[in-house]
Nanobody, 124 residues
Framework: QVRLVESGGGMVQAGGTLRLSCAAS????????MCWFRQAPGKEREFVVG????????DDADSVKGRFTISRDNDKNTVYLQMNILKPEETAGYYC?????????????????WGQGIQVTVST
């Protein structure tokens, strides 16, 4: 079993930055691929960005390319999401997820463990 705990959310003005963290426990973190999803009210949960178990490869949604960056520190069992130039439409709950598959995954069904989510609100 893996426990994931997100932190760093909050409110920011449009164009601002936030950095989310996700701390993992319960299983060797370095064997898990990690990602961030988000879900806005009334919308489906969507893939944002993912990273493989070594941190050597990542993938991100077209909507966040060039603005969001995922990274991981396997010594600290933590994955990060740096979000720059945030937009109001990116207001959502952001969820950290872990997969036992080694590559970067983009489907919800590929993820085995989920955090409780953290709110990000981008104001105009």
């Amino acid at each position: 079993q893996v426990r994931l705990v997100e932190s760093g959310g909050g409110m920011v003005q449009a164009g601002g930055t936030l950095r989310l963290s996700c701390a993992a426990s319960g299983r060797t973190f370095s064997t898990l691929s990690m990602c961030w999803f988000r879900q806005a009210p009334g919308k489906e949960r969507e893939f944002v960005v993912g990273i493989n178990w070594t941190g050597s490869r990542s993938d991100d949604a077209d909507s966040v390319k060039g603005r969001f960056t995922i990274s991981r520190d396997n010594d600290k069992n933590t994955v990060y999401l740096q979000m720059n130039i945030l937009k109001p439409e990116e207001t959502a709950g952001y969820y950290c997820a872990a997969s036992k598959r080694l590559g970067v995954q983009a489907r919800i069904s590929d993820y085995d463990y989920w955090g409780q989510g953290i709110q990000v609100t981008v104001s105009t």
